[in-house]
């Protein structure tokens, strides 16, 4: 299941960013992929209408310092915490 | 350029309906003394927004109070605020334009970042929540960009150069530094000019979310914990006039539009360029006639984003170099919210006030230092000192600046 999460996160990731899904590395930050200000908020966007979830506002941050193992982690969270809430199935 | 400069321009009136209520007087006085507009958000929807907090024009504010009824109809909440204030405006300038011969000298420019919202937000439930088969037949001359423009035209006959500007968060200062150029350049002898906005609807408070750019308790602007801007609402409506015609009727004058400076970055749609920002800074003194140790006070953009601030504070180094360390510069936004084509207009209000009375409003809510922010910005406190001349920065997404140089009255 993880790895499916980390196969959709960066495939979301390759294409806002243009380039080919195996350059991505876990430790590449959004800004390393050449994702930066309007750019990482949109491949947030799609990440949550992906996966039909909600990321927590990163208050004072920058998305485009986050890693692509940040964001698949931070989904897999999501995922949990909904199923946890009992709204998995949806 | 020489003969143009010959003609001044100078601040005879102003008007403003803000977070503290209607009044420009109120809002200076709410300002100087480091008070708070930011409240809970109060909308009908507030329970399906993330956002918790807005700066928006108390309920009490009754327009059927000031508009007569045949005129209430054909408004959308922008308009209601701009002719409230135009009104504050003209009356404290003492001008009377029921001879229909100043009128035509006479023009009106008002900036606005997105018109018409409420109308826009109002029309699209009825449409695709409701199901409703018909929209409001007033909604396109409610809903125009330059409704404000023209009501405030109509309802005083003034008959010179009436239009809108908008450039988002930069539209007032915008509109005010058209209106000044028209009276320089012999177009108008005054104008009414200002910014009017009111776009704290579901939709578009949605949209600001999306961004991820709002704070969710306060406005922090240069603090290390800042997290965002907190859009606020209002109106403030200005009469500029002809240094020589404010003087032939013995006008009080609140303050000399020295000069401005325009400047786009030409870079990124949102994040702001230090140069493009310091450029426009620099424009606006040149174009007064001052030098950065001319200038005593900065009312500052920050609007409390990570980006804006340290940003600025960097165009404000290149465009001031030594002298910035003695600058005193403060973001009002702390306490008005982000009016976007408002906010310049509202921010006047504060450098008029400043000028004046020669005390700086201060900073609200600034308690973490950030070693990106380097200045004095006032903090939380006022500051009495004598402001001889100042710098109001306004800069729009999309790259946009446009920086009021103001002095103090000739």
Same mark, same amino acid.
């Given at each position: ?90 | 350029?020489? =003969? ?20 420009? *007087? ?19 929807? +507030? ?32 308009? *209601? ?7 504050? +405006? ?40 409701? =199901? ?55 177009? +108008? ?118 980006? =804006?601030?340290?940003? *600025? ?23 008005h919210g982000h009016a976007l084509g408002a906010s310049g207009a509202l921010e006047l209000v504060a450098v008029i006030g400043a000028l004046r009375d020669s005390v700086v409003p201060p900073t609200a809510n600034l308690d973490q230092p950030d070693p990106a922010c380097d200045l004095d910005y006032v903090p939380n406190v006022g500051r009495e000192m004598p402001v001889r001349a100042a710098l109001s920065n306004s800069f729009a997404f999309g790259g946009l600046n446009a920086v009021l140089a103001l002095k103090h009255a000739p």
């Open positions: 299941m993880n790895d499916t999460t980390q196969q959709q996160v960066f495939d979301i990731i390759a294409k806002q960013a243009k380039i080919d899904v195996s350059t991505i590395k876990p430790e590449s930050t959004l800004k390393d992929l050449g994702i930066e200000s309007l750019e990482a908020i949109e491949v947030i966007f799609d990440i949550e209408e992906h996966f039909n979830i909600n990321f927590p506002d990163q208050q004072g941050a920058n998305f485009d310092s986050d890693t692509a193992q940040s964001l698949v982690d931070a989904v897999q969270k999501a995922l949990d915490d909904k199923v946890a809430a009992g709204e998995g199935s949806d | 350029m020489s =003969n143009v400069s010959m003609r001044r321009v100078v601040i005879t009136g102003m008007g403003a309906i803000s977070p503290f209520g209607a009044g420009a *007087e109120t809002l200076w006085q709410g300002l100087r003394e480091g008070h708070s507009g930011i409240r809970p958000l109060r909308h009908p929807d +507030a329970g399906r927004l993330k956002v918790k907090v807005a700066a928006q024009v108390p309920a009490s504010f009754d327009p059927a109070a000031h508009i007569d009824e045949r005129t209430l109809p054909l408004l959308d909440r922008t308009s *209601e605020f701009a002719l409230h204030a135009a009104r504050e +405006a003209i009356s404290q300038s003492g001008l009377d334009f029921g001879d229909g011969v100043l009128g035509l000298r006479t023009a009106v420019i008002v900036g606005t970042g997105v018109g018409g919202e409420t109308t826009q937000d109002e029309q699209s439930k009825r449409l695709y929540a409701d =199901n409703a088969t018909r929209v409001h037949p007033l909604s396109i001359v409610r809903l125009m960009t330059n409704a404000s423009a023209s009501q405030i035209s109509i309802a005083y006959g003034l008959r010179g150069p009436t239009f809108a500007v908008a450039s988002a968060c930069a539209s007032a200062n915008h509109a005010i530094i058209q209106a000044g150029q028209m009276i320089r350049y012999g177009l +108008a002898d005054i104008a009414i000019a200002g910014g009017t906005e009111a776009c704290i609807t579901y939709g578009a408070m949605r949209a600001w979310e999306a961004m991820r750019v709002l704070a969710d308790e306060t406005c922090r602007p240069f603090s290390a914990n800042r997290r965002g801007l907190v859009l606020g609402e209002g109106a403030g409506i200005f009469v500029l006039e002809l240094l020589e015609h404010a003087q032939a009727r013995g006008a009080t004058i609140l303050a000399e539009l020295a000069g401005s400076g325009m400047t786009a970055d030409a870079t990124d749609i949102v994040s702001p360029s230090a140069d493009g920002a310091a450029a426009a800074m620099r424009q606006a003194m040149v174009d007064a006639g001052l030098t950065p140790e001319d200038i005593d006070y900065v009312n500052a953009h920050g609007t409390g984003t990570l980006a =804006n601030d340290s940003t *600025e504070t960097r165009a404000i180094r290149l465009a001031f170099g030594a002298h910035a360390d003695r600058l005193a510069v403060s973001s009002t936004k702390s306490m």
